[in-house]
């Protein structure tokens, strides 16, 4: 029986054993081939000393070692922590604390990035993947094909044992790692399997970074029913050409990735020369997609079924609408309505239930909701309604944030952000993180960071400060600090440095009026 | 023109980072030094630069893995007796 993720492989490979698992385009990884790294990896962990429970940090790009690293993990009784190697070592860093992370597991073409992460003092202590890090236990991918191929496990793990950490950006500035479990995990395999029909004769695009949450359709749904998914190497995702080419020629059956994808497909693609006649779903989530991209998609891959789907990382995402004909206008696509084994609430300012059709706070419960944050039971309590059910046991609500109302039809319509949280190329970024950096900064006397919409539709950073004197410090000097600081998508498009900051009434910045100024020049 | 590129790469698209050095012929692409929206830049600032148009049935792999593939690419374009 399947209770934890590792066991979709299993179960996988005993039906299917020469079916391929993972595929790059260039070279495949079968189910038993899969179980046999994957149990070969565990192996090497338990020598390295893991203990039930410990986080292990994967720092890969999109690749056949990612999908083997996160099982192994999990097969052996750890927890996976995925890291985005894009981030700056600081940040990576922190996480590795804030995880207490001992082992990570890498890749030869991560050295460059393990140099500079590596250059300063981390909790790690054993790294597999690449061997050219001095004072850690060091191994290679290719040492690993000498452990055994068959694994015991020396601790009992059940469903409710958490499996993975994916970190997101936290207001006070510093990311909040959400803990799922193999429950949560396999809930949502389960979840969009049954929603849109995927089974082994299906080939599923990985296209997003394995610390995003869009990249467990393919990394969980794919071996719990035995398809094929292909992790689109990273080579492609720059360069829509050559992404086209690979969609065409691995006939892929599902797509999921987030919509800046596929308008950067449709705008660089060529797709007028490529036959895209084997996709039979195309899923998205991450952010609105502008409903003109999605019109002229829909226009030229027509044998596709669309479908748009929402949630935060929190809840492994939670609602879906299909789409059922071309938008006609540019009124956003809806959300659509809960999927299945959740259950939405929709409050208003003081925590009731608001009135049919108006708006208020998605509240959601769900078989794919997180345990919690990271040991931060402070910020899991404040994230979380809870309910009493008639037995008398706690109900645990995720409170989204976001803003919601039911249409006319009885659709869910997503209305934005509670608070001054947004979204960039697919990526969250809270604004006042960003604001709290730049103020921290030695010449910023106040900093304003807000959301600037662009022509094509999508959402860019801006930002305003004043100097503490003046010529303290000039555009690029304060960009290069807060690359320094924060992933690139958190990083304002443009940081303009103004004498003063206008005023409203009660002395307060106003943020409006600065916004207007320099969204219109 | 090598050095050109590699300078904007470095200091416009690596995010500052001065502990990442580059040479032509490392792959910008399979290491994920380069991102979608950093190509994008980059490909506007090659046609900038060299004044060319840059077709999307262009935007491969093969033209854009590495600084040197992309000067090759630059010089095929701009004359295409060489090619």
């Known amino acids: 029986m399947i209770y934890t993720l590792p066991d979709s492989v299993l179960a996988s490979a005993q039906k299917s054993p020469d079916k391929v698992a993972f595929t790059d385009g260039k070279q495949t990884l079968t189910y038993s081939e899969l179980l046999r790294r994957m149990n070969q990896l565990a192996n090497a962990l338990l020598e390295a000393g893991l203990q039930k429970g410990d986080r292990v940090g994967v720092y890969n790009n999109r690749g056949l070692e990612t999908g083997i690293a996160i099982y192994a993990i999990m097969r052996a009784g750890g927890i996976y922590v995925p890291l985005d190697t894009g981030a700056p070592p600081q940040l990576t860093r922190y996480l590795l604390e804030d995880c207490g992370i001992q082992i990570l597991i890498s890749h030869p073409s991560q050295r460059r990035k393990l140099k500079a992460l590596l250059s300063e003092v981390t909790p790690l202590q054993t790294l597999i993947g690449w061997t050219g890090a001095e004072g850690l236990q060091c191994s290679s991918w290719e040492q690993l094909a000498e452990k055994n191929g068959s694994f015991q496990s020396p601790f009992p793990i059940l469903e409710m044992d958490p499996a993975y950490i994916i970190y997101t950006s936290g207001s006070t500035g510093n990311p909040k790692g959400m803990v799922h479990t193999h429950y949560s995990g396999l809930s949502y395999a389960r979840l969009t399997a049954d929603l849109y029909d995927i089974d082994e004769s299906d080939r599923i695009a990985n296209h997003a970074p394995v610390f995003f949450d869009i990249s467990l359709l393919g990394y969980f749904t794919g071996p719990l029913v035995g398809a094929t998914t292909l992790i689109i190497p990273d080579a492609y995702i720059a360069l829509p050409a050559s992404l086209s080419q690979l969609i065409e020629k691995e006939r892929l059956t599902i797509w999921y990735s987030v919509p800046l994808a596929l308008t950067q497909l449709l705008q660089r693609g060529v797709l007028e020369e490529r036959d895209m006649s084997s996709l039979r779903w195309v899923l998205y989530a991450g952010e609105p997609f502008p409903p003109k991209y999605l019109r002229e998609l829909m226009l030229q891959w027509p044998n596709a079924r669309y479908s748009n789907i929402y949630g935060p990382a929190e809840t492994n995402q939670c609602t879906y609408y299909n789409i059922p ?73 995720y409170r989204t944030g976001d803003l919601v109302r039911i249409d006319e039809q009885g659709r869910m319509q997503f209305l934005g952000r509670k608070d001054h949280q947004i979204k960039t190329r697919g990526y969250r970024v809270e604004l006042d993180a960003v604001e709290a950096i730049l103020v921290a900064h030695e010449s910023v006397a106040e900093a304003v960071v807000f959301p600037v919409p662009k022509e094509d539709d999508t959402i860019a950073i801006g930002a305003a400060v004043t100097l503490k004197e003046t010529d303290a410090a000039d555009e690029q000097l304060l960009r290069q600090y807060l690359q320094q600081q924060l992933p690139f ?33 | 023109m090598e050095q050109n590129i590699i300078r904007y790469i470095q ?28 190509m994008l830049r980059l490909i506007q600032f090659i046609e900038e630069e060299h004044d060319l148009k840059v077709q999307p049935q262009d935007m491969t792999i093969e033209n854009f893995m590495s600084v040197e593939a992309i000067v090759q690419y630059i010089q095929r374009t701009k004359s295409p007796e060489l090619q």
Not at chain 1, 500 to 516: H, V
């Open chain 1, 325 to 397: 004909d071309p938008p006609q206008g540019d009124d956003p696509i809806p959300i659509g309505q809960v999927w299945g084994n959740t259950e939405a609430l929709i409050f208003d300012e003081e925590g009731q239930q608001v009135a049919e059709g108006e708006v208020g706070e998605l509240l959601i419960r769900s078989a794919t909701l997180m345990e919690g944050y990271w040991q931060r039971p402070d910020l899991t309590q404040k994230a979380m309604y809870i309910r009493t059910n008639a037995a008398g046991f706690e109900e645990r609500f």
């Open chain 1, 489 to 521: 998508y958190a990083v304002p498009e443009s940081i303009r440095i103004l004498e003063s900051f206008p005023r409203t009434g009660s002395g307060k910045i106003n943020r409006p009026a600065i916004k207007a100024d320099l969204i219109n020049v």
């Open chain 2, 11 to 38: 200091e416009e698209l690596l995010n500052g980072r001065e502990d990442i050095e580059l040479e032509a012929e490392d792959n910008l692409l399979t290491e994920g030094l380069i991102e979608s929206m950093s």
